[in-house]
């Protein structure tokens, strides 16, 4: 489906005309179609699945130690200003027999990432998606993430950083364990 034919050209062409521009000028004559193919690929995380993702890539392993990847970058939508927020991505799992393909977890991250969002479902999403596919000891995922909706408008506080973290199995009821992710997250490699 084009993104004339689903409405989204259409639409940007009334809301310029709602801000008194006019679409037809010549450097807006073809934004209609530019922000159509942005919000496209912004919300394609709607199309993708999980198994696709994962695709083979759960293995068996007899690893019952923390496995964690940090820092993984992200960009989404805020679904009630339709402005960007974006940040980074811890994820902390303890495998049960069945480890995932390091480079599924940034891809997990993506899918959840590239659909209309707000950062505390995005980060349950990546766990309750990890916990129920992995079936781990225990799932850990933290988000920090800067909203253009706080800096841009509203309040306006440009240094702001919103943190949401989802604990499930024994990152949940374990002190200790919860405790050596969050210690770890702070760690820097040496260079």
């Given at each position: 489906?084009n993104?004339?034919?689903?409405?989204?050209?259409?639409?940007?062409?009334s809301?310029?005309e709602?801000?008194?521009?006019?679409p037809?000028?010549e450097?807006?004559?073809?934004?209609?179609?530019?922000?159509?193919?942005m919000?496209?690929?912004?919300t394609?995380?709607?199309?993708?699945?999980?198994?696709?993702?994962?695709?083979?890539a759960?293995?068996?392993?007899?690893?019952?130690?923390?496995?964690?990847?940090?820092?993984?970058?992200?960009?989404?939508?805020?679904?009630?200003?339709?402005?960007?927020?974006?940040?980074?991505?811890?994820?902390?799992?303890?495998?049960?027999?069945?480890?995932?393909?390091?480079?599924?977890?940034p891809?997990?991250v993506e899918?959840?990432?590239?659909?209309?969002?707000?950062?505390?479902?995005?980060?349950?999403?990546?766990?309750?998606?990890?916990f129920?596919?992995l079936?781990?000891?225990?799932?850990?995922?933290?988000t920090e993430?800067?909203?253009?909706?706080?800096?841009?408008?509203?309040?306006?506080?440009?240094?702001?950083?919103?943190?949401t973290?989802?604990?499930?199995?024994?990152?949940?009821?374990?002190v200790?364990?919860?405790?050596?992710?969050?210690?770890?997250?702070?760690?820097d490699?040496?260079?």
């Amino acid at each position: 489906m084009n993104s004339e034919s689903n409405g989204i050209e259409p639409a940007i062409r009334s809301l310029l005309e709602s801000l008194g521009e006019n679409p037809a000028r010549e450097g807006l004559k073809r934004t209609p179609e530019r922000v159509a193919r942005m919000y496209e690929f912004l919300t394609k995380g709607y199309k993708e699945d999980v198994g696709k993702i994962l695709n083979g890539a759960v293995f068996k392993e007899r690893y019952s130690e923390m496995v964690i990847v940090k820092d993984i970058d992200f960009f989404s939508l805020c679904e009630h200003h339709l402005v960007p927020f974006y940040g980074r991505c811890h994820i902390a799992y303890i495998p049960k027999g069945r480890i995932v393909g390091l480079s599924k977890l940034p891809r997990l991250v993506e899918m959840f990432s590239r659909r209309l969002q707000v950062q505390e479902r995005l980060t349950q999403q990546i766990a309750e998606t990890l916990f129920q596919e992995l079936k781990p000891a225990g799932v850990g995922v933290v988000t920090e993430a800067r909203h253009l909706c706080m800096m841009m408008r509203g309040v306006e506080k440009q240094n702001s950083i919103a943190t949401t973290s989802a604990m499930l199995g024994s990152f949940r009821d374990d002190v200790k364990t919860r405790n050596e992710f969050l210690t770890l997250l702070q760690r820097d490699l040496p260079a």
